[in-house]
């Protein structure tokens, strides 16, 4: 891509960024209620009581469904003699046929409500297997902005992760069954009406997946406060997720791993760094991530780590002020818009370092620099993030891929 043409995209986009800052900061957006705490399954199902819903559909995944965890949920639902189904066919990156499968399974049951338990890709799919199942919508034709303009039955999204702050966000992603290319859903009828942030889910998660999960958190949070879409809420949402992640990860990686309090600050840190998204949207760190995954397998929250701290060099170099006043909503100290930017970042490296989230050499080809660039300017321009700094040069952007990962170059 030349430079000028590399030059004049970039110009088009930021202003396709600017036209959609309204609609971005105003869209009326639905917050779930939301129940937190180590007894919050029981107080779930006072409300299902209180809704007179009784003939649920739990959708998880084949692997969650054995684990002693899930019976969390089963034995307070048993408990108070409520009806529900299990699906748990939800796979790693659902496709249509598994939300077909699930929309099946709803119907079957004479469904009243559903309530998915799970990670990411548990909350995805049941946000469109609920809102096709009562509505009658075709989910293959429900993928982009807001073609499900009806809500489901009542939504219940018990996160299992402290990470993607799904159970928040008005979008779904799902695969092609045959390409496994992915498809966004985006509707704010997607949003569910209750959340269950039960920390003791999380007790027996890895250190790895906590410390990747927890990065994701941290990105969706300075992402989202660093957006030209974030409005004063979503700021102080992204400020509350940012100081609990500082303050918890390094303990629920470590020594709290069996802490309900650490693990509860983790939870909350996530749902509130998700509702910050929702709102303002990401950046460049999740559109490297994605290529990241897409081209290596790379989890998608190391991926965000490990594109986190090279970001935040390049807008500290380009456009230090948001960071600066995000430095002082932290209380990260400087003597300039600078030092306050660079210290943001080194927290970020420093927290990185701590629970063990750092690129190593060769994880990618040189050879698919180019390819990757494309898909991230594509999605950056297209979506569109409203991000503080670009890219001057499509050169640049190669090199800013290439050093993340090996020594830059001589010349």
Not at 33 to 38: E, K, N
Request: net charge negative; hydrophobic share 40%.
């Amino acid at each position: 891509m030349k430079t000028d043409t590399f030059k004049i995209k970039r110009t088009l986009f930021k202003q396709y960024a600017k036209l959609a800052k309204p609609v971005f900061k105003f869209l009326p957006i639905p917050i779930a209620q939301q129940l937190s705490g180590d007894h919050c399954m029981s107080e779930m199902v006072t409300v299902l009581q209180k809704k007179k819903v009784n003939r649920p559909v739990i959708i998880t995944g084949k692997n969650f469904s054995k684990r002693p965890e899930f019976d969390l949920l089963t034995d307070a639902l048993e408990d108070a003699n409520v009806d529900y189904y299990l699906f748990n066919g939800v796979t790693p990156d659902p496709t249509f046929n598994v939300v077909e499968e699930g929309i099946a399974a709803c119907m079957s049951h004479r469904f009243d409500s559903v309530i998915t338990i799970g990670g990411g890709s548990s909350m995805d799919a049941a946000k469109v297997i609920n809102t096709c199942a009562q509505n009658g919508y075709n989910p293959r034709k429900t993928t982009g902005m807001f073609k499900i303009r009806k809500k489901g039955a009542f939504f219940v999204a018990i996160p299992t992760t402290a990470g993607t702050g799904s159970e928040a966000t008005i979008a779904s992603i799902i695969s092609e069954d045959d390409t496994h290319q992915k498809k966004q859903v985006i509707s704010t009828a997607l949003i569910p009406d209750l959340v269950v942030l039960d920390p003791r889910l999380m007790l027996g998660i890895p250190s790895t997946l906590t410390a990747a999960t927890g990065m994701d958190a941290l990105t969706h949070a300075i992402e989202a406060y660093l957006s030209g879409f974030a409005t004063p809420e979503s700021e102080q949402r992204s400020i509350d997720a940012t100081k609990l992640i500082f303050e918890f990860l390094p303990h629920a990686v470590g020594d709290g791993a069996s802490d309900l309090v650490v693990r509860q600050k983790m939870a909350e840190a996530s749902h509130l760094a998700g509702l910050a998204i929702t709102r303002a949207s990401v950046g460049w760190v999740h559109a490297l991530a994605h290529q990241l995954g897409a081209f290596y397998g790379i989890p998608h929250g190391l991926a965000c780590a490990i594109g986190l701290p090279p970001v935040l060099t390049m807008y500290a170099e380009k456009a230090p002020e948001k960071m600066s006043k995000m430095a002082d909503q932290l209380g990260i100290a400087g003597a300039t818009e600078w030092d306050k930017a660079y210290g943001l970042r080194d927290a970020v490296v420093n927290l990185c370092q701590q629970i063990g989230t750092v690129p190593e050499p060769e994880m990618i080809q040189v050879e698919d620099i180019p390819e990757m660039s494309e898909g991230l300017l594509r999605e950056c321009y297209m979506s569109p993030f409203a991000v503080p700094a670009y890219f001057d040069s499509e050169g640049e952007l190669h090199t800013f891929i290439r050093e993340i990962f090996m020594a830059p170059s001589e010349d």
